[in-house]
């Protein structure tokens, strides 16, 4: 997840382009005037009628007012200068704190194993020992000794 300020950052970049698109469509929907309005015979101005766009108007009025919402929210959770400091102190005293608990428990675990590598390399070893002496009797001649009947 990015942080609060990238977050931030993209969200006023999200709120130019809906700025921006919102004029772009005001332009292309809206009708050519000219500076005077045209006067009819009878004396009265004539005005061409706009053009719907009503749904744009309200699609984009809602994007804005949802991305403000959402900037001001990241902004309100941006912590304060007066308390930085002191967070950040609290904040490295605890990693400090689970730093040496962590430490602790690595040096427990390495003994734990240290501990079981000196079982099993005695194992191996008393394994190593039993299979020599079994070579050392396959090895040895046997007398030609005859069972004793009875």
Do not use: W
Request: proline share 5%; charged share 25%.
């Amino acid at each position: 997840m990015t942080d609060r300020l990238t977050q931030l950052q993209d969200a006023v970049n999200h709120q130019a382009d809906n700025f921006c698109n919102a004029i772009g469509i005001l332009q292309q929907s809206s009708p050519a005037t000219k500076f005077l309005p045209e006067r009819t015979p009878s004396g009265q101005m004539h005005q061409t009628p706009p053009q719907e766009n009503h749904n744009y108007s309200l699609m984009f009025a809602t994007l804005i007012a949802r991305t403000a919402k959402d900037i001001d929210h990241l902004i309100e959770s941006l912590p304060s200068e007066e308390s930085s400091s002191e967070l950040q102190l609290a904040s490295l005293r605890r990693l400090e704190q689970e730093n040496v608990e962590a430490t602790h428990k690595l040096k427990e675990v390495i003994e734990r194993g240290q501990k079981l590598l000196e079982k099993v390399q005695g194992a191996l070893s008393d394994i190593s020992k039993s299979q020599m002496e079994m070579q050392k009797l396959d090895k040895t001649p046997t007398t030609d000794k005859q069972p004793i009947r009875f």
